[in-house]
T-cell receptor, first 113, second 112 residues
């Protein structure tokens, strides 16, 4: 649906554990993004990647890590260093070009207890 | 860096009335301004966008206006319908970056 698949839809983890969220796209898009959504705070950029094997920090990168080994895949790891990891995580992609709209996945809701 | 402010945070209108959501941005280099609609439990989807060389753009009941001097842009929805109920996000991207910065969202409720 929409060419971007995030899995799983719901994820539960114990505090202190690292967890990896999957994002795969078959749109042949060059750029991929991870956003975090919290109530009343909109969408905040965690990391983004414009090309394979390269990525940049967004506004709230602390406690997160990413990799971009393949064009289609951009997994996000939420580490134990992230102080408040419970949130809704959205992955997006776009074709290269600064006027290109983002296409979002359906999101992963992570709950850490 | 870019900062986007969005108002109001909630908006309730009667079916058939118009709704207006306003955003301001801080980076004068911003040149791309999309609007996304997110229905409950679903992903955000692009509904309209505008570039800095255009002052207004319309698509059926939806229009966006841009005032570059004042650094603000607005979404206008006319003849609202219950299915317009959703959270709407504005965003801005500066010409020298690939980062799309979002506003905090507006929850629109359209009552029949």
């Amino acid at each position: 649906d929409g060419g971007i698949t995030q899995s799983p839809k719901y994820l539960f983890r114990k505090e202190g554990q690292n967890v990896t969220l999957s994002c795969e796209q078959n749109l042949n898009h060059d750029a991929m993004y991870w956003y975090r959504q919290d109530p009343g705070q909109g969408l905040r950029l965690i990391y983004y990647s414009q090309i394979v094997n390269d990525f940049q920090k967004g506004d709230i990168a602390e406690g997160y890590s990413v990799s971009r080994e393949k064009k289609e895949s951009f997994p996000l790891t939420v580490t134990s260093a992230q102080k408040n990891p419970t949130a809704f995580y959205l992955c997006a992609s776009s074709i290269e070009g600064r006027d290109s709209p983002l296409h979002f996945g359906n999101g992963t809701r992570l709950t850490v207890t | 860096g870019e900062n986007v402010e969005q108002h109001p945070s909630t908006l309730s209108v009667q079916e058939g009335d118009s709704a207006v959501i306003k955003c301001t941005y801080s980076d004068s280099a911003s040149n791309y301004f999309p609007w996304y609609k997110q229905e409950l439990g679903k992903r955000p989807q692009l509904i309209i966008d505008i570039r800095s060389n255009v002052g207004e753009k319309k698509d059926q009941r939806i229009a966006v206006t841009l005032n570059k001097t004042a650094k603000h842009f607005s979404l206008h929805i006319t003849e609202t319908q219950p299915e317009d109920s959703a959270v709407y996000f504005c965003a801005a991207r500066a010409v020298n970056t690939d980062k799309l910065i979002f506003g905090t969202g507006t929850r629109l409720q359209v009552f029949p």
